[in-house]
């Protein structure tokens, strides 16, 4: 079935789906400047020249830019003199240009060479100008083998079987979380590697001009995305070309967080933009004669270590607490410490865990093996009847409506989330260690713990007591179906604090925690809490916990 996926037959669709695109968002823009006078051309052209001004006056970002600063001002002056027709071809034009670049590509070979020859997409990152400045070198070649096993570092769990017979039925909208700029390349892998489908997906356009993923961003069917274009006609566009590529029986991947999850917390408030367009794009199908059912999989990605850990959860800390939190480099844009992240991980088991949880249709509903929706009772509906209208019993398009089908399925997936994270061992130990060092300084708040970054040493029969004590009440909220585990947390107590421990002084630098013979020394407070915050959503009362750890 893989070779038969949708996305092997993009290149030969490639010119028709821009240009549909490009039809449909012109036509819209059109259309809607008729019905309404502050719609018009010269008012949507003006608006559009006035943003993307003011934006390339201050902000100058990844790629090339469609249009130069010097271009939009003079559109803007050039406005009042124009014809509607010559406004039309400016608008025609524009559409085209936003569609074009936004457009992806789909090279076999490529994506043979990502998932056979690096089943992860890093290999091009060992060249020998840039392993000499890491750490370790010498463990090079140890690191290489054991890539060979990463069916044993990835783990991929869920109902695999009921996603592959919903792929042959009709469309798949898988809808992972999101923690890092790996996510794509490592979900990428893991869809392969369990007989799934390959993705289209939107990717930030800064990952289209990053040395460590352009050359894979611009092959393996992703599309762009610049998140710094906030106007509407480029939304217009986006939102087009997801439609499009979903009527066409394309499987998609969205991000409902928007963007990578800078504190670590379980994903709750989504961005459904992107969503949305599986309601219109089932809808559409509908009214062309076609029951091209669309399945909404929500997945979880889970790892052990994050490689941007750092950076994320101070940009989280400066976003929520004020501006003295300033925001570094991202590691990603880093070679030379992407490569030492592999190397570290590379050793460990189980770095990361993908677990799928249990599919629905684009209106929240449960699907059974055979691909039909089912209500809360298990009975069969037919999920044309959601965008059936009441009075004629034509099949209608109704943006109002399907704003609310999407919100509904958006908490479904916030839900799913929630159930099937994977805890591991990093994330309990750093809770433990976190809480731990707050029941030291109660009148402190998280900010002020993260500002004095003092070097605290919590002994070591404080840690196993609290971790003991999270693992129990885990395993607790596991049995009620509220979180999963990896089978780390189901090891010897003691097992469990050296792996998690060994995860947290592994990678970053300065490492997050140091080994003392009395315990463990805590040097980033900062990368304690973004740990912590993945086990800290479940609704322990972590204080009572510590109180019982601390006193026992």
Not at 367 to 379: A, F, K, P, Q
């Amino acid at each position: 079935m893989m070779r038969d996926a949708p996305l092997f037959r993009f290149n030969h669709e490639r010119s028709f789906l821009i240009e549909e695109v490009t039809r449909r968002v012109y036509n819209d823009v059109l259309l809607n400047s008729r019905r309404h006078p502050k719609a018009a051309l010269e008012f949507v052209l003006n608006e559009i020249a006035f943003q993307e001004s003011e934006r390339l006056r201050s902000n100058s970002g990844p790629g090339d830019e469609i249009r130069s600063r010097g271009w939009w001002r003079q559109m803007a002056r050039n406005l009042r003199e124009m014809t509607e027709d010559e406004k039309r071809d400016v608008l025609k034009e524009l559409v085209h240009v936003y569609t074009e670049d936004t457009a992806g590509k789909f090279d076999p070979k490529v994506f043979k060479f990502a998932n056979n020859v690096l089943p992860v997409g890093l290999s091009f990152l060992f060249k020998t100008q840039d392993l000499r400045q890491i750490p370790g070198i010498s463990e090079v070649g140890e690191a290489v083998k054991h890539l060979r096993d990463l069916e044993e570092r990835v783990v991929v769990e869920g109902n695999v079987e009921h996603l592959r017979k919903l792929a042959r039925r009709g469309t798949l909208v898988v809808v992972p979380t999101h923690s890092s700029n790996m996510d794509s390349i490592v979900f990428g892998w893991a869809l392969e590697n369990s007989g799934l489908p390959p993705v289209t997906y939107g990717a930030g356009k800064n990952l289209f001009t990053n040395p460590l993923t352009s050359f894979f961003m611009h092959n393996l069917g992703a599309y762009k995305v610049d998140r710094r274009i906030q106007h509407d006609l480029y939304k217009h566009v986006l939102k087009a070309y997801s439609q499009v590529l979903l009527e066409r029986g394309y499987h998609s991947l969205f991000f409902p967080g928007g963007t990578r999850c800078r504190s670590n917390i379980v994903e709750k408030k989504l961005k459904l933009g992107l969503l949305g367009t599986s309601v219109t794009a089932y809808t559409k199908n509908l009214q062309a004669g076609k029951d091209q059912r669309i399945y909404v999989c929500p997945a979880t990605i889970n790892y052990n270590l994050v490689l941007e850990a750092e950076s994320l959860i101070k940009e989280h800390l400066r976003r929520e607490g004020g501006a003295q939190y300033l925001l570094e480099n991202d590691e990603f844009n880093q070679i030379s410490t992407v490569i030492r992240f592999v190397l570290n991980t590379v050793k460990m088991s189980a770095t990361t865990v993908i677990r799928f949880g249990e599919p629905m249709d684009v209106f929240g509903n449960a699907v059974g093996l055979d691909g039909e929706s089912l209500d809360d009772r298990g009975r069969l509906i037919d999920p044309a009847e959601f965008v059936r209208s009441v009075k004629t019993g034509e099949i209608v398009e109704d943006a109002t409506r399907d704003r609310e089908y999407t919100r509904y399925t958006g908490t479904k997936i916030a839900d799913s989330f929630q159930r099937n994270t994977v805890l591991l061992p990093a994330s309990v130990v750093g809770l433990a260690l976190f809480e731990l060092l707050r029941a030291r300084f109660p009148k402190l708040d998280v900010y002020q713990l993260v500002r004095m970054n003092f070097e605290e040493t919590i002994p070591w029969h404080e840690i196993r007591a609290a971790v003991g004590e999270l693992v129990s009440e885990f395993k607790v909220l596991r049995e009620r179906g509220k979180v999963h585990l990896s089978s780390n947390l189901d090891l010897p107590l003691d097992d469990i604090v050296d792996q998690g421990i060994l995860s947290l002084t592994m990678y970053h630098i300065p490492a997050a925690i140091d080994y003392v013979p009395s315990g463990v020394r805590i040097n980033k407070v900062e990368l304690l809490l973004f740990y912590a915050n993945r086990a800290s959503s479940f609704g322990i009362d972590t204080q009572e916990l510590i109180k019982r750890a601390i006193t026992s």
